[in-house]
Protein backbone atom coordinates (compact mmCIF):
# COMPACT_ATOMS: atom_id res chain seq x y z
CA UNK A 1 0.00 0.00 0.00
CA UNK A 2 1.65 3.38 -1.03
CA UNK A 3 1.18 6.16 1.45
CA UNK A 4 0.26 9.64 -0.59
CA UNK A 5 0.69 12.36 1.35
CA UNK A 6 0.50 16.01 -0.47
CA UNK A 7 3.26 18.81 0.61
CA UNK A 8 0.66 22.22 1.71
CA UNK A 9 1.17 24.46 -0.88
CA UNK A 10 2.96 28.06 0.70
CA UNK A 11 2.26 31.69 -1.43
CA UNK A 12 4.29 34.13 -0.68
CA UNK A 13 2.68 37.74 -1.15
CA UNK A 14 4.06 41.00 -1.75
CA UNK A 15 4.75 42.99 1.14
CA UNK A 16 1.33 45.56 1.61
CA UNK A 17 3.65 48.87 1.23
CA UNK A 18 0.60 50.79 2.39
CA UNK A 19 0.72 49.03 5.95
CA UNK A 20 4.26 49.35 6.05
CA UNK A 21 4.00 53.09 5.31
CA UNK A 22 1.30 53.09 8.18
CA UNK A 23 3.47 51.29 10.99
CA UNK A 24 6.71 53.41 10.13
CA UNK A 25 4.18 56.66 10.71
CA UNK A 26 3.04 54.91 13.99
CA UNK A 27 6.94 54.79 15.12
CA UNK A 28 7.73 58.28 14.05
CA UNK A 29 4.69 59.64 16.47
CA UNK A 30 5.61 57.12 19.15
CA UNK A 31 9.06 58.68 18.59
CA UNK A 32 8.44 62.04 18.58
CA UNK A 33 6.14 62.19 21.54
CA UNK A 34 9.41 59.66 23.09
CA UNK A 35 11.77 62.40 22.33
CA UNK A 36 9.67 65.40 23.93
CA UNK A 37 9.40 63.38 27.15
CA UNK A 38 12.91 63.39 26.97
CA UNK A 39 13.31 66.85 26.32
CA UNK A 40 11.32 67.66 29.27
CA UNK A 41 12.95 64.99 31.56
CA UNK A 42 16.44 66.31 31.19
CA UNK A 43 15.01 70.31 31.07
CA UNK A 44 12.71 70.33 33.87
CA UNK A 45 13.24 70.45 37.91
CA UNK A 46 11.43 67.73 39.53
CA UNK A 47 7.83 69.08 39.93
CA UNK A 48 4.20 69.38 39.41
CA UNK A 49 4.94 70.59 36.56
CA UNK A 50 6.88 67.68 34.97
CA UNK A 51 5.02 65.27 36.47
CA UNK A 52 1.46 66.50 34.75
CA UNK A 53 3.54 66.40 31.02
CA UNK A 54 4.59 62.99 32.26
CA UNK A 55 0.83 62.25 32.91
CA UNK A 56 -0.65 63.94 29.90
CA UNK A 57 2.31 62.84 27.32
CA UNK A 58 1.47 58.75 28.97
CA UNK A 59 -2.06 59.12 28.48
CA UNK A 60 -1.67 60.50 24.57
CA UNK A 61 0.57 57.35 23.79
CA UNK A 62 -1.84 54.94 25.88
CA UNK A 63 -4.75 56.52 23.33
CA UNK A 64 -2.72 56.46 20.86
CA UNK A 65 -1.80 52.85 20.99
CA UNK A 66 -5.32 51.82 21.96
CA UNK A 67 -6.42 53.49 18.80
CA UNK A 68 -4.06 51.95 16.25
CA UNK A 69 -2.67 49.05 17.94
CA UNK A 70 -6.22 47.79 19.44
CA UNK A 71 -8.24 48.70 15.97
CA UNK A 72 -10.27 51.06 18.16
CA UNK A 73 -10.12 54.03 16.30
CA UNK A 74 -11.91 52.32 13.29
CA UNK A 75 -14.63 51.06 15.66
CA UNK A 76 -18.05 52.34 16.81
CA UNK A 77 -17.25 55.77 18.62
CA UNK A 78 -18.93 54.95 21.75
CA UNK A 79 -17.00 51.92 22.22
CA UNK A 80 -13.59 54.18 22.09
CA UNK A 81 -15.23 56.50 24.52
CA UNK A 82 -16.08 53.74 26.70
CA UNK A 83 -12.43 53.01 27.12
CA UNK A 84 -11.33 56.66 27.29
CA UNK A 85 -13.67 58.07 29.75
CA UNK A 86 -12.96 56.26 32.68
CA UNK A 87 -9.32 56.43 32.15
CA UNK A 88 -9.49 60.55 32.10
CA UNK A 89 -11.51 59.82 35.76
CA UNK A 90 -8.31 57.44 37.11
CA UNK A 91 -6.09 60.00 35.86
CA UNK A 92 -8.39 62.22 37.59
CA UNK A 93 -8.78 60.02 40.74
CA UNK A 94 -4.73 59.98 40.92
CA UNK A 95 -4.27 63.50 40.62
CA UNK A 96 -6.53 64.65 43.52
CA UNK A 97 -5.32 61.70 45.88
CA UNK A 98 -1.68 63.08 45.31
CA UNK A 99 -3.05 66.89 46.01
CA UNK A 100 -4.51 65.51 49.16
CA UNK A 101 -1.91 63.60 50.65
CA UNK A 102 0.06 66.71 49.52
CA UNK A 103 -2.00 68.55 51.65
CA UNK A 104 -2.39 66.33 54.83
CA UNK A 105 1.47 65.91 55.08
CA UNK A 106 1.77 69.59 54.71
CA UNK A 107 4.21 69.43 51.55
CA UNK A 108 4.03 72.19 49.26
Do not use: C, N
Request: proline share 4%; no cysteine; glycine share 6%.
Amino acid sequence: MAHHSEEPQITVLPPDKEKIKKLWRVALIMAIVTGIEFIFAFTLEAGHLKTSIFVALTIVKAGYIVGEFMHLRHEVKVLYYSILIPMVFVVWFLVAMIYEGLSILGAK
